[in-house]
């Protein structure tokens, strides 16, 4: 397959980790923990992946296997994970089958910091681990031998940014922006082809690799539908901004224009119908959940108000956190300081714009199960 790009969180515990940046993340999951708790209840297959208690041989035990696509560095991979194993327990119980083992496979492109997940693990885990290194937009596992898939805030990374953004000559030239938002109609139609091209490796691998009555659930930055605007949503102001710090570099002279008009982040934000198109199209899966969430509403639930505002540089620490590897691959590690400094303050500047942006319905829920 052909190679893969790879920029993954910032590793280690230091002040702009993602152990210590990701508490959006932690808390979009946590708006969907009760959904993957019915999910697993209603619709995870305990019939044939567990063993009943009056098992003829008492020391038999099954082995559910679970994987997280894009785990990064924890913690949030490692409480998503004991949700999802906890309710399978509660399954097993309520209908009378042994509590199975659980091994997790633990997946991220090989440069992410695998040492910290690791150190990280939880000491009282009731269960097997493993790193798995690779892109999952390739093969990770062999057939069937998954019973749950999990990927949280990481299939908007494509593969790589569609190479036609480059081309002058091309509708699709994206030069003085570095992401679809607000850019013409071609550069955002470049984004989804090679999002389509992308999600057609990813649920094809995927099929091979769970076993059939498996379940896959995937958590992932949307748009509600086509009429909203990216750049109404926070990811796509906050897109904006870092683009436009990116233009008052270049005016200052401290990058090129150049070096701006060929840097475009490789993310995409899917609609549900442009997702369940392609789930379709793969025709693998059947489609159990499908809705659209607010990734704030946890949150807003245990501290009275959302903190996304842009009042303070939490949304700078974030966007560092994630993507520092991929600009200073571009720009420079010491144009880094500068970058996110001038993109705090433009946040703090246009909060008005994160306090009035469409929260709701930008986050996808989705549950897969395997066919035959
Ligand atoms: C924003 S983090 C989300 C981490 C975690 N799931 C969470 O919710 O906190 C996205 C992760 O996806 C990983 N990722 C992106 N593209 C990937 C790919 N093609 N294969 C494996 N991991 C990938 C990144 O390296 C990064 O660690």
């Given at each position: 397959m052909a190679a893969v790009e790879s920029y993954p969180m910032k590793g280690g515990d230091g002040s702009f980790s993602y152990t210590k940046n990701s508490t959006f993340q932690k808390s979009a999951s946590s708006a969907v923990q009760g959904l993957i708790c019915s999910a697993i209840t209603e619709k995870f297959d305990a019939m044939n992946f567990l063993l009943p208690i009056t098992a003829t041989t008492p020391s038999a035990t099954a082995t559910i296997r679970l994987a997280d696509l894009g785990c990064s560095v924890g913690p949030n991979t490692f409480t998503a994970m004991q949700n999802v194993m906890?309710?399978?327990?509660?399954?097993?119980?309520?209908?009378?089958?042994k509590n199975p083992q659980f091994q997790v496979f633990f997946n991220d492109h090989a440069g992410n910091d695998f040492n910290t997940l690791f150190t990280s693990l939880p000491f009282d885990r009731a269960y097997f681990s493993a790193g798995v290194p690779g892109s999952f937009y390739g093969r990770l596992f062999p057939d069937s031998s998954l019973h749950f898939i999990h990927s949280s805030y990481s299939l908007q990374w494509l593969s790589k940014e569609p190479k036609e953004l480059l081309n002058k000559e091309s509708e699709a030239w994206n030069g003085g922006r570095i992401h679809y938002t607000s850019a013409p109609r071609g550069v955002e139609d470049a984004y989804a082809r090679q999002f389509s091209e992308d999600m057609e490796l990813f649920l094809g691998e995927r099929a091979r690799e769970l076993v059939v009555g498996g379940m896959m659930v995937l958590i992932m930055p949307c748009i509600p539908d086509e009429t909203v605007a990216h750049s109404q949503v926070p990811a796509g102001?906050?897109?904006?901004?870092?683009?436009?710090?990116?233009?008052?570099?270049?005016?200052?002279?401290?990058?090129?224009?150049?070096q701006v008009d060929s840097f475009n982040l490789p993310i995409y934000g899917v609609s549900p119908m442009e997702m369940q198109s392609l789930v379709k199209k793969n025709g693998r899966?059947?489609?159990?959940?499908?809705?659209?969430?607010?990734?704030?509403?946890?949150?807003?639930?245990?501290?009275?108000?959302?903190?996304t505002t842009g009042d303070d540089n939490?949304?700078?620490?974030?966007?560092?956190?994630?993507?520092?590897?991929?600009?200073?691959?571009?720009?420079g590690v010491e144009k880094i300081d500068e970058l996110f400094d001038r993109f705090s303050k433009k946040t703090i500047e246009f909060s008005d714009k994160f306090k009035s942006s469409i929260k709701q319905g930008t986050q996808l829920f989705i549950v897969l199960v395997k066919k035959n």
């Open positions: 906890d309710t399978i327990e509660t399954k097993a119980k309520s209908l009378s089958f102001i906050m897109f904006d901004l870092l683009g436009a710090s990116l233009v008052d570099m270049a005016e200052a002279g401290v990058i090129s224009q150049e899966f059947s489609i159990e959940r499908m809705e659209l969430t607010d990734p704030t509403s946890a949150r807003k639930n245990n501290e009275g108000g959302s903190k939490t949304i700078a620490n974030h966007l560092r956190a994630g993507m520092e590897g991929i600009f200073s691959k571009h720009f």
